[in-house]
């Protein structure tokens, strides 16, 4: 079965600085991607990252990019020059057969 | 172009009765994901639909149940409803099954069960 664990329920950051957060994962597939999306107050669940776990280069989307270390089964995200409009939870997930499996979700707020 | 679509956005129910949710995917997308989102739970798969096709469920009672159409746009049903059905359900949808590139999320109806 696979699994996603986010250990860190909230983090801070003060605005303009940098923030990562820690997703660790568990897989027998060979084949599958890693997320993380984003939840503001809206609700609406924002595609933050994308990252394929074939592909050794870690993705990056503008001030976001994550640490991807297949062998041990981890991928953080790093946010850069933290903004107020990122405060949110963010969620860490696996694509499966037919499904993606979620973590539990780190709630992020920006100081400012 | 339009995202996802979920109606109604907000939902109040009682207990025994039954619920119809209703998701417009993005255009051109024939994959359509439900999950139930839970404060105790988090997020979790109830059931994905790829070309009118149901390709997954989740662990959940056969209370629950969806279908797809031939325009994409899917419904998820409940029946007998308790109070813990009470969540937000999102609707996903991907050009591709299993939502490689990654899905697009709706904003979620919010059901509560009283």
């Known amino acids: 079965a696979q699994t996603v664990t986010q250990s860190q329920p909230e983090m801070s950051v003060q605005e303009a600085e940098t923030v990562t957060l820690s997703c660790t994962y568990d897989t027998s597939e060979s084949d599958y991607y890693l997320f993380w999306y984003k939840q503001p107050p809206s609700r609406q669940m924002i595609l933050v990252i994308r990252?394929?776990?074939?592909?050794?280069q870690n993705a990056t989307e503008n001030r976001f990019s994550v640490n991807f270390q297949k062998a041990a089964k981890s991928f953080s995200l790093k946010i850069s020059d933290s903004q107020l409009g990122d405060a949110a939870m963010y969620f860490c997930?696996?694509?499966?057969?037919?499904?993606?499996?979620f973590g539990t979700g780190t709630r992020l707020k920006v100081l400012a | 172009k339009a995202g996802v679509t979920q109606t109604p956005r907000y939902l109040i129910k009682t207990r025994g009765q039954q619920v119809t949710l209703s998701c417009s995917p993005i255009s051109g997308h024939r994959s359509v994901s439900w999950y139930q989102q839970t404060p105790g739970q988090g997020l979790q798969f109830l059931f994905e639909?790829?070309?009118?096709?149901?390709?997954n469920k989740g662990n959940f009672p056969g209370r629950f149940s969806g279908r797809q159409f031939s325009n994409s746009r899917s419904e998820m049903n409940v029946s007998t409803l308790e109070l813990g059905d009470s969540a937000l359900y999102l609707c996903?949808?991907?050009?591709?099954?299993?939502?490689?590139?990654?899905?697009?999320f709706g904003s979620g109806t919010r059901l509560t069960v009283v």
């Open positions: 639909y790829f070309s009118e096709t149901q390709r």
């Open positions: 997930a696996i694509s499966g057969t037919y499904k993606y499996i």
């Open positions: 996903a949808s991907s050009p591709l099954v299993s939502g490689s590139g990654g899905y697009t």
């Open positions: 990252q394929e776990a074939y592909k050794q």
